[in-house]
T-cell receptor, first 112, second 116 residues
């Protein structure tokens, strides 16, 4: 079936180190969204990427959408303890399905 | 004022029982969803409704029946609860140009269902 794979599943970093999570789809996506879920919380929207090769930045966060619109990445520069949580990518399948398929998530732990 | 609110937040019940979770959004969005998050944090779409019309019905057992009385409400009723139904159920809403174009999802705080 249609899947969105996300790696790594877990990442432990020292505060100040960089962090990257990768997302790959088996099919072309209309767009990709990224969400952050704090421990015990609910997913909160971060950003949406629509165009092939698109790059967007939000302060220390950089989001990329691949040229083939099948992969994406989120990079955090100089992590802080407030970055702790699970980061999900979610791809909207092409073809008017309305289905937003979530990756498995990457859980980030930051040691102070 | 909470944008997407779900009740109850916690639900502990016995196998075989029937239970409901309610969701309301005050964002004026046309589309509402139910997602299930299992113990491994995997988020899976169950249903979506656009203006009270069912759009997405993923391979969910018939024991799960969503109901949308109006576009601001989407409830989930579960019959004959099983152990495997234990999860966090998230309601979400979004503003969409068409029923198939999903914009930013606004999630509720979740309803943690535990089946004993």
């Amino acid at each position: 079936g249609q899947q969105v794979m996300q790696i790594p599943q877990y990442q432990h970093v020292q505060e100040g180190e960089d962090f990257t999570t990768y997302c790959n789809s088996s099919t072309t996506l209309s767009n990709i969204q990224w969400y952050k879920q704090r421990p015990g919380g609910h997913p909160v929207f971060l950003i949406q990427l629509v165009k092939s090769g698109e790059v967007k930045k939000q302060k220390r966060l950089t989001f990329q959408f691949g040229e083939a619109k099948k992969n994406s990445s989120l990079h955090i520069t100089a992590t802080q303890t407030t970055d702790v949580g699970t980061y999900f990518c979610a791809g909207l399948l092409s073809g008017n399905t309305g289905k937003l398929i979530f990756g498995q998530g990457t859980t980030l732990q930051v040691k102070p | 004022d909470t944008a997407v609110s779900q009740t109850p937040k916690y639900l502990v019940t016995q196998m075989g029982n029937d239970k409901s979770i309610k969701c309301e959004q005050n964002l004026g969005h046309d589309t509402m969803y139910w997602y299930k998050q299992d113990s491994k944090k995997f988020l899976k779409i169950m249903f979506s409704y656009n203006n009270k019309e069912l759009i997405i019905n993923e391979t969910v057992p018939n024991r799960f029946s969503p109901k949308s009385p109006d576009k601001a409400h989407l409830n989930l009723h579960i019959n004959s609860l099983e152990l495997g139904d234990s999860a966090v159920y998230f309601c979400a809403s979004s503003n969409t140009w068409t029923p198939w174009d999903t914009g930013e999802l606004f999630f509720g705080e979740g309803s943690r269902l535990t089946v004993l």
